[in-house]
């Protein structure tokens, strides 16, 4: 979020929220969010492009492929190029958070299969806890083997 506020972007979770690539979103009733499409290969937003859509903004007023105006860094960095990425949202909030929704409020997951799953994989050793604490799936534990996987 902080990006998108420095970089006066969409954020991430609009059509266009991506601050590296061009591929629009598109609204899901069932999920109640944006998804992108899987693609072979994504159109990456160069500083040319990035360039090119902040001038549309700029001059109709609205975004363009996420670019909502323009920002005194752009005289600075190649935008998106110079720019890092954000963990805390990309990781942390984004996908690991959709996955650890997914695992735990989903009945049909065997923890045991998946407990054992994980023992094959070569894990650092705070790992070796198990998915099931007291009777209740152990959110830490599934919390750290998904940040660890990305």
């Known amino acids: 979020m902080v990006i ?3 970089l006066i972007i969409l954020f991430a979770s609009c059509r266009y929220g991506c601050p590296t ?3 629009k979103g598109e609204y899901s009733s069932e999920c109640r969010k944006v998804i992108f499409p899987i693609l072979e290969d994504y159109p990456l937003r160069t500083s040319e492009t990035y360039r090119h859509h902040l001038h549309i903004a ?3 007023g ?6 909502k105006g323009a920002t005194k860094l752009s005289d600075l960095l190649r935008i998106p190029e110079q720019v890092p990425f954000d963990p805390m949202h990309l990781l942390y909030l984004g996908i690991n958070k959709s996955l650890l929704n997914a695992i ?3 009945k049909s997951v065997d923890l045991d299969i998946l407990s054992a799953t994980i023992d094959q994989i070569k894990v650092p050793h705070y790992f070796r806890r198990s998915f099931v604490l007291n ?3 152990n959110r830490p534990t599934i919390t750290l083997l998904l940040i660890y996987i990305n």
């Open 4 to 6: 998108a506020y420095v």
């Open 21 to 23: 690539c061009t591929v």
């Open 58 to 60: 700029s001059t109709t």
């Open 62 to 67: 609205n975004p363009a492929f996420g670019i």
């Open 104 to 106: 735990l409020k989903c």
């Open 135 to 137: 009777g209740r799936k």
